[in-house]
């Protein structure tokens, strides 16, 4: 999608304000197109572009926790899911080091996990373009999916263990909806190296 036209879609929609036409390319993404709006020499906000599918995803996830400063904050989603605008947040995509590891876990479990809330009782589980009825169901398709990946890597009989526990697994009632990539490649990181804030790339339910 031309990015000129959404330009002109956000000034028409009084999202953004006509002085802001510089945009600066950002790299990195997977499958998304990112660029960012600078505001002078400023950089304000994020334009990424995806399929209408992944962008819908991302923006119930950023939209169900607003409330996570760790997230970003959305400011407009496209109506018809071409593409979201959220607020830039500065910080480092390579300044990660194994050594604050121990750091990085704490603080996705208490900044990030720990304020997921549950879903309604009607929604499904797996992830939102891959829906299943039932928990079970869902993990028994990821396993079968894991298999094929690493089939020559466990024997056959490991599988098969496998197998057995997650199809004897208990029923879940809560469902929350969880982040469906949280690879250290997507976090954005402050110049001492704690993190700054994740980006959300896409999401599923669980």
């Known amino acids: 999608m031309d990015i000129q036209f959404i330009l002109n879609e956000l000034y028409e929609a009084g999202v953004l304000e006509s002085h802001m036409q510089n945009l600066k390319p950002l790299t990195g993404g997977t499958s998304s197109e990112v660029v960012v709006v600078m505001d002078g020499t400023r950089p304000r906000y994020v334009i990424k572009q995806n399929d209408p599918v992944i962008v819908k995803a991302e923006a119930e996830f950023l939209l169900t926790y607003a409330q996570i400063e760790k997230l970003s904050r959305v400011i407009y989603v496209d109506s018809l899911h071409r593409y979201l605008l959220y607020a830039f947040k500065p910080g480092f995509t390579r300044q990660y080091s194994e050594r604050n590891k121990d750091d990085l876990l704490l603080s996705l479990a208490t900044e990030v996990i720990a304020h997921y809330k549950s879903l309604r009782e009607e929604r499904k589980y797996g992830y939102s373009d891959h829906p299943f009825v039932e928990w079970r169901d869902f993990l028994l398709h990821?396993?079968?999916?894991?298999?094929?990946?690493?089939?020559?890597?466990?024997?056959?009989?490991n599988?098969?263990?496998i197998h057995t526990l997650v199809a004897g697994s208990p029923q879940r009632n809560i469902k929350y909806l969880l982040h469906g990539d949280f690879g250290v490649h997507n976090f954005v990181?402050?110049?001492d190296g704690t993190l700054s804030s994740r980006e959300a790339l896409s999401s599923r339910e669980a």
């Open 142 to 157: 990821r396993t079968k999916e894991s298999e094929k990946i690493i089939q020559d890597v466990l024997p056959p009989e």
């Open 189 to 191: 990181f402050a110049e």
């Open 159 to 161: 599988h098969r263990f």
